[in-house]
């Protein structure tokens, strides 16, 4: 508030009478329709104004250095040049930090800027350029630093924003190569370390069920990220490529984006499932959702997370109460604790190996995902007094579990359903569709079995 206050209070100023008269031509330019401009008028105007958006960004930033430099804005509003930007500009705190640094880097670099003041260079082309050199050794020789600087911005008309970026090493080659070998270790020792001191990973929930994370990961550990990831994503797509016998036909394949997200999540689940994540609290890492054992048994109403107090629909209480431990406790008046009974683990032990050893994976036709990626799934729900039984389990991966789950609401038929066969083999019943019979289906990895299996 004192910095929105204090803003409001500075002194307008009025802009110098050059800048007025520029913003005066571009207005009548504006006002006058391109329409009636010939093809290549078209074209030379677009390239004109691709260089005046440069020498408009290089004056800005010229600006925004001085002020920074001066410390007008401390002077005149009583803030800090980047809160002045922010309220000013109507720009997020990244993009007015971002301007500041920006405006700094330029005027370190005196042959960049001025090739974005004559427009001979876009500002993305500028940005590659600056990030190139920042990767350079800290302390090369200032001639030389010069050297390459010029060399690059000499090579502006040929390359792209990227190009530029990664040219920076190739430059010093090319201008010191006496001394490129050594200084290029030192700047990837310099690189690695800054790396290593600007990791994080951090989240927020948006309020709308899901969560945002933003990762920043040195290149080599990122790197075994996304061998991991990529894996997985390849694996999906080959389940989908496959045009099994009994394959889901209401599927809608992920995109990309969906699939790594699916990935990142089944390397989580991996690691739950061996139990490899270190105890934390006392206790091995855990999902804790409070739900109504009345809710449970009617397979209505939402659950709660404990750790976050974020709601959880129905349809997710029903999954995770599926296979889950059970702690039963016993409240009173406003939800007060009376007592808390014994952890009821559903499928654990030899009972789950014996599921794993019928089954051999997910039981849905057409899915090939391992035992150790799968979830057990009770055929007569537990709540409803569905047995905790070889006879009523059935292992199925998330994605075909999320399918066959029982929704109470839905109409009888018209979802996926999952029986067990007269020999013991788990069957899936599609949906009910005109003029078509419910046929059971079985995967194929119990036939190939034969009649010993």
């Known amino acids: 508030m004192d910095t929105i206050a ?9 802009p110098p009478v050059a800048l007025a008269r520029a913003v005066a031509e571009v207005e009548r ?22 260089g005046l958006t440069s020498m408009v960004q290089a004056a800005d930033l010229r600006i925004v250095h001085e002020i920074d430099t001066r410390g007008t ?18 720009v997020t705190a990244r993009q007015a930090n971002g301007a500041v640094r920006s405006a700094a880097d330029l005027a370190g670099h005196p042959h960049v800027g001025a090739a974005l003041a004559r427009g001979n260079a876009s500002p993305e082309q500028c940005r590659g350029l600056l990030t190139g050199l920042s990767e350079l050794p800290e302390d090369l020789p200032a001639d030389i630093a010069d050297a390459v600087e010029r060399f690059l911005v000499g090579c502006l008309d040929r390359f792209d924003p990227d190009e530029l970026r990664r040219l920076a090493a190739h430059a010093l080659e090319v201008v010191a190569p006496e001394i490129a070998e050594e200084a290029l270790r030192r700047a990837l020792e310099q690189q690695h370390a800054r790396a290593q001191r600007r990791r994080r990973l951090t989240w927020a929930r948006d309020g709308h069920g899901s969560v945002f994370f933003r990762v920043k990961l040195p290149t080599l550990e990122a790197e075994e990220l996304i061998t991991q990831l990529d894996a997985y994503v390849d694996r999906a797509r080959r389940l989908d490529e496959a045009d099994a016998e009994g394959a889901d036909p209401a599927y809608v394949p992920p995109t990309l984006d969906q ?10 689940r991996a690691c739950c499932s ?36 974020e709601p959880i629909s129905a349809g997710e209480l029903r999954h995770l109460a599926c296979d889950a431990d059970l702690l039963p406790v016993v409240l009173g008046g406003p939800s007060q604790l009376l007592d808390v009974g014994r952890t009821m683990r559903l499928v654990s032990g030899d009972l789950r190996q014996a599921v794993h050893l019928r089954d ?26 569905g047995a905790t039984a070889l006879p009523n389990l059935v292992l199925l991966c998330r994605h075909h579990h999320a399918l066959v789950e029982p929704d109470p609401r839905s109409e009888p038929g018209s979802r996926w359903e999952v029986q067990m066969g007269p020999d013991g083999i788990p069957e899936v019943l599609p949906p009910q569709r005109r003029g078509s019979e419910r046929a059971p289906r079985r995967h194929a990895r119990y036939a190939m079995r034969g009649p010993s299996g």
């Open 274 to 309: 061996e139990a490899r994540a270190p105890f934390h609290g006392g206790d091995r890492p855990r999902i804790t959702v409070i739900a109504w054992a009345d809710d449970l048994r009617q397979r209505l109403g939402i659950g709660v997370l404990a750790d976050s107090g």
């Open 29 to 50: 330019f504006l006002s006058a329709s391109p329409t009636g401009l010939p093809d290549a008028d078209l074209l030379a105007a677009s390239r004109t104004l691709q």
């Open 360 to 385: 051999g994976g997910c039981a849905f036709p057409g899915c090939d995902h391992r035992p150790r990626h799968c979830e057990v799934h009770h055929i007569i729900p537990w709540a409803q007094g």
């Open 6 to 14: 204090a803003t409001s209070e500075q002194p307008d100023g009025t």
């Open 259 to 268: 699939r790594r997200a699916d990935a990142l999540m089944s390397i989580v």
């Open 73 to 90: 804005t401390d002077a005149l509003a009583g803030c800090p040049t980047n809160a002045w930007l922010r309220e000013s500009n109507r």
